[in-house]
């Protein structure tokens, strides 16, 4: 299995407090990835990352942001958490050229 | 832009019967395509790829053909066991660029009963 830990693994928290996700990696990549999966969605980009200080914004970006300050750690925070934002978080990550993403266990959050 | 769409479950078989999961793709470029499987509570893992047309994904009973004539990417397997309940989604990502994200389609849920 790819190394890949995300923390913590289920939060609860409420409306309009700040929230941080971790996403932890011993493989070394070079690309990193936050997903949300919500029902009848399937997973949706977030922000992504293709090296130490470099983010790029996905699909469904909005309320959320990303720092990258090593190689091995990808920080998904929620500045003001609204209960929109309750959902299932994935950490994927992936190294060169052509090879496929590989995904962490999740993170269940629920915003009250 | 992009996008994936499989067939809505659930899909509901006996144990030892034929499974097909309808997948198709709409891509401005050169994808390469994936399945991946998701049991409960588990995050996502990859099935099987192929990366240009006709070439044949498979792992675990699992086969996928790379159809680019009729954007195309089903999954099949010959005979499903209950260890096979779970979440399948297809994905596409775009060759051109590495590091791209994957798009997804929705997913669909495989039940196997014995």
């Known amino acids: 299995d790819a190394g890949i830990t995300q923390s913590p693994r289920h939060k609860v928290t409420e409306t309009g407090t700040p929230v941080t996700l971790r996403c932890h990696q011993t493989e070394n990549h070079r690309y990193m990835y936050w997903y949300r999966q919500d029902p009848g969605h399937g997973l949706r980009l977030i922000h992504y990352s293709y090296g130490v200080k470099d983010t790029d914004k996905g699909e469904v970006s909005d309320g959320y942001s990303v720092s990258r300050s090593k190689t091995e750690d990808f920080l998904l925070t929620l500045e003001s958490a609204t209960s929109s934002q309750t959902s299932v978080y994935f950490c994927?990550?992936?190294?060169?050229?052509?090879?496929?993403?590989?995904f962490g266990d999740g993170t269940r959050l629920s915003i009250l | 832009g992009d996008s994936v769409t499989q067939m809505e479950g659930p899909v509901t078989l006996s144990e030892e019967a034929f499974l097909t999961i309808n997948c198709t793709y709409t891509?401005?470029?050169?994808?390469?395509l994936f399945w991946y499987v998701q049991y409960p509570g588990e995050g996502l893992q990859l099935l099987l790829k192929?990366?240009?047309?006709?070439d044949k994904g498979s792992n675990k009973g699992f086969e996928a053909t790379y159809r680019k004539e009729t954007t195309s990417f089903h999954l099949e397997k010959g005979s499903v066991q209950v260890s096979d309940s779970a979440v399948y989604f297809c994905?596409?990502?775009?060759?051109?660029?590495?590091?791209?994200?994957?798009?997804f389609g929705k997913g669909t849920t495989l039940s196997v009963s014995s």
């Open positions: 192929a990366t240009k047309a006709d």
């Open positions: 994905a596409l990502s775009d060759r051109a660029q590495a590091g791209t994200a994957l798009i």
């Open positions: 994927a990550i992936s190294g060169q050229g052509d090879q496929p993403q590989h």
């Open positions: 891509a401005t470029g050169y994808p390469s």
